[in-house]
């Protein structure tokens, strides 16, 4: 399997995931709760910062990680252009010590980018990163492609993965960017404590 270099990526532009705003899903779930505390998230893989931005914007301490370089820049760019206030990290998710734990980890378009042979490693990296008791939001993208990325999940999988360490509170199909419409899955998980 060919290795994916992400920093290449968005050094020629190749990046057909970046839509110019962050997923609608996500924007919708923080509309319908105000509720929530402003708390501490994480959001691994994070490319130009457009769903960082937006927890940041609904008043949460967030901290966005990716691999690239340039991601990084444009993201801490962006968000000083936007003028809000958010972390960026450069770092491998799957490998690094995080320096902080948090209350949520956001998923979009990561676990969909790495190769499928880690994703235990991906799990393992979502419990290392994320507090007892912590949340785990995910908007996964259910293509069948084997010949990503993005590669493609089923339900069966998720639930697999996921449900030994989580309790699930809501599981829902969300909004979408067009041409992404009816294949993401939200997954809302509480991890057990
Ligand atoms: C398909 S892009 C999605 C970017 C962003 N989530 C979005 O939807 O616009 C995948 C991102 O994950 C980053 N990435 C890939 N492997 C990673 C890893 N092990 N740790 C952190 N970031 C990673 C890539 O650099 C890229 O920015």
């Not at 532009?13 to 962050?22: I, L, N, Q, V």
């Not at 130009?48 to 927890?55: F, I, K, N, Q, Y």
């Not at 609904?58 to 962006?78: C, I, M, Q």
Request: with cysteine.
């Amino acid at each position: 399997m060919m290795q994916t270099d992400w920093e290449e990526r968005y050094r020629t532009g190749d990046m057909p995931w970046e839509k110019g705003e962050p997923s609608p899903g996500l924007v919708d779930f923080l509309a319908a709760h105000p509720e929530l505390p402003r708390d501490t998230v994480c959001v691994p893989g994070c490319g130009t910062g457009h769903d960082a931005r937006v927890w940041a914007k609904a008043g949460f301490n967030v901290t966005g990680y990716d691999l690239a370089p340039s991601a990084v820049k444009l993201s801490r760019e962006r968000t000083t252009a936007a003028g809000l206030t958010a972390h960026f990290q450069q770092g491998d998710f799957l490998a690094d010590k995080p320096a902080q734990v948090f209350d949520w980890v956001f998923e979009h378009t990561l676990f969909c980018a790495i190769d499928p042979g880690e994703r235990d490693r991906y799990v393992e990296a979502v419990l290392r990163w994320l507090k007892p008791g912590g949340q785990y939001l995910a908007v996964h993208y259910m293509i069948s492609d084997t010949d990503g990325p993005p590669f493609g999940t089923t339900r069966e999988e998720l639930w697999k993965r996921f449900s030994p360490h989580f309790e699930l509170v809501q599981e829902w199909v969300p909004r979408s960017y067009p041409n992404r419409t009816g294949l993401e899955l939200m997954l809302w998980w509480r991890r057990k404590a």
